[in-house]
């Protein structure tokens, strides 16, 4: 698979408040788009370590997994993103708040494969994503292996602190 990037480049020199407040924007969509991808049946899980690298959201069902890069406005760094995360997802998006999406480049978009979600306290798909066939399957097995186990870890952990939780004796007047 061949990704198109014209005059790419990531942002530098951000100053550490310039760099929070781009993280709280991302935040303020992830939510929106985090309900979106569950409501299409995907176990999501946010900030995947993958070869260095982070995936803002990443979704798994019946073995296929799906990923989506949050940004403020920045999206051509996004389709760069979207290449890597493509090595282990079968179909990726970049989510945009409505208010930025009118800069993007659409054409970028379908040329790469890449989906686009316009974000405005729900979700509009503006450009689907295309089954990308560049997937490395050894990749793909180990990170939902170790999602899972992760998964499993805190699953046993939450269990753990409910067993250590002291419950009220019988006979004793609650306050």
């Known amino acids: 698979m061949h990704f198109a990037i014209h005059n790419c480049h990531a942002s530098v020199g951000l100053s550490g408040t310039a760099v929070g407040l781009k993280r709280i924007l991302e935040d303020s969509i992830e939510g929106d788009v985090k309900k979106f991808v569950e409501e299409q049946g995907y176990d999501v899980y946010p900030q995947v370590q993958v070869l260095g690298r982070r995936i803002d959201l990443l979704g798994i069902r019946e073995g296929r997994m799906l990923a989506v890069e949050l940004k403020v406005r ?102």
């Open 74 to 175: 920045d999206w051509k760094y996004a389709i760069y993103q979207a290449y890597l995360a493509s090595l282990c997802a079968n179909r990726v998006y970049v989510a945009l708040p409505n208010a930025t999406i009118h800069l993007v480049k659409r054409d970028a978009f379908v040329e790469n494969g890449v989906g686009l979600l316009s974000v405005n306290g729900g979700v509009e798909v503006v450009v689907e994503a295309r089954e990308l066939n560049n997937v490395h399957p050894i990749l793909q097995r180990k990170i939902a292996e170790s999602l899972r186990d992760s998964s499993e870890i805190v699953a046993a952990e939450e269990e753990a602190k409910k067993a250590q939780t002291p419950s009220l004796l019988k006979g004793q007047k609650q306050i």
